[in-house]
């Protein structure tokens, strides 16, 4: 058998990398992984396509909600996903992490480092105290991504998810700001 020769691309660092307050000028990028199943197959709602209508009118509306901050990534070859927070509870000032890659931007350490730059602008310009999230208990690499960068689990909810079927457990990870300080340190 041959070894693959497919060239990969590039690994991408926080510095090749920028986020931008989601705009309905995304749109043509959003639209390029929202009804992709491969890259939502961890979303609750499948097998809907969702039209361009109906995205755009789910954006605006995200634009202009009070307890949701969501960006666009945007790299050296252009569109890369979506990183944000929703579910802001300002008293507590805590929010819930998500991002989403469509494929070509999958593998390529932007997960990673959209993560970074979302946990710096979210403990910095926004003052968040905490940043959650909730991972499908078979996703891996999300789990593995989510604690590298300072996250801590806060426990399982049980049969939690229900898509295609079927009951998923999640996790509930945390990261304080004194957690990703502390992760960032030298």
């Given at each position: 058998?041959?070894a693959?020769?497919?060239?990969?691309?590039?690994?991408l660092?926080?510095?090749?990398?920028?986020?931008?307050?989601?705009?309905?000028d995304?749109?043509?990028?959003?639209m390029?992984w929202?009804?992709?199943?491969?890259?939502?197959?961890?979303?609750?709602?499948l097998?809907?396509?969702?039209?361009?209508?109906?995205?755009?009118?789910?954006?605006e509306?995200?634009?202009a909600?009070k307890?949701?901050?969501v960006?666009?990534?945007?790299g050296?070859?252009?569109?890369?996903?979506?990183i944000?927070?929703a579910k802001?509870?300002w008293p507590?000032?805590?929010?819930?992490?998500g991002?989403?890659?469509?494929?070509?931007?999958q593998?390529?350490g932007?997960?990673?480092a959209?993560?970074?730059?979302?946990?710096?602008?979210?403990?910095?310009?926004?003052?968040?105290?905490?940043?959650?999230?909730?991972?499908?208990?078979?996703?891996?690499r999300?789990?593995y991504?989510?604690?590298?960068?300072?996250?801590?689990?806060e426990?399982?909810?049980?049969?939690?998810y229900?898509?295609?079927?079927?009951?998923?457990?999640?996790?509930?990870?945390?990261?304080?700001?004194?957690?990703?300080?502390?992760?960032?340190q030298?």
């Open positions: 058998m041959d693959d020769t497919t060239p990969r691309a590039p690994r660092r926080e510095d090749d990398l920028r986020l931008e307050p989601l705009s309905l995304h749109l043509d990028g959003i390029t929202v009804n992709d199943p491969e890259v939502t197959f961890y979303f609750a709602e097998g809907r396509e969702i039209t361009r209508e109906e995205e755009a009118a789910y954006v509306k995200l634009i909600s307890t949701d901050r960006f666009s990534i945007f050296p070859d252009g569109y890369l996903g979506q944000g927070l802001i509870y507590a000032r805590n929010g819930r992490l991002i989403m890659l469509p494929r070509h931007a593998g390529r932007v997960a990673s959209a993560g970074r730059l979302l946990l710096r602008t979210a403990f910095s310009d926004l003052g968040m105290h905490k940043v959650w999230a909730i991972i499908r208990s078979d996703n891996p999300g789990l991504l989510w604690t590298q960068l300072g996250f801590r689990c426990g399982v909810l049980r049969d939690e229900f898509v295609q079927d079927r009951f998923y457990d999640m996790v509930r990870l945390a990261c304080t700001e004194a957690d990703f300080l502390a992760r960032i030298p």
